[in-house]
């Protein structure tokens, strides 16, 4: 039979970057982005086995100025913040197995920065 693994929420693949990812219950992770050492807050999170499956990711400070979503890192879609337990927080139920959650537009696998 089918194995259906449960979500996971990581920064744990080429050019993923958190300071922080902490699961509070299934469905919810509370994430701090990583700050760089120029100052930037930067945040890279891919959120994986997750088709069809309700999930929150609450943003911890430092918090990045925009939030970006993708399912291929190629092609990013702004996100619209919610406040939920006095922290930003993102609900969704992802129509794909993987979705990226990120601070800026990465052009892809070698994660420069898209101009937008």
């Known amino acids: 039979g089918w194995i259906d693994p449960p979500v996971s929420v990581e920064a744990r693949f080429e050019g ?6 902490r699961r509070l219950k299934d469905g919810t ?17 891919g959120i ?4 069809g499956k309700p999930v929150e990711i609450r943003i ?3 918090l ?6 993708s399912s291929d890192r190629e092609s990013w ?7 939920a337990a ?9 129509g ?4 990226y959650l990120a601070s800026e537009r990465f052009a892809g696998p070698d994660q420069s920065v898209r101009q937008s």
């Open 96 to 99: 794909a197995d993987r979705v």
């Open 16 to 21: 993923g970057m958190a300071g922080i990812i």
């Open 77 to 83: 879609e702004p996100v619209r913040e919610s406040q």
């Open 48 to 51: 994986f086995w997750s088709l």
């Open 64 to 69: 990045p100025s925009d939030l970006y979503i």
């Open 60 to 62: 911890e400070p430092p």
């Open 29 to 45: 992770w509370t994430c701090k982005p990583a700050l760089t050492d120029d100052g930037r807050v930067r945040l890279l999170i």
């Open 86 to 94: 006095s922290l930003p927080s993102i609900s969704m139920t992802p």
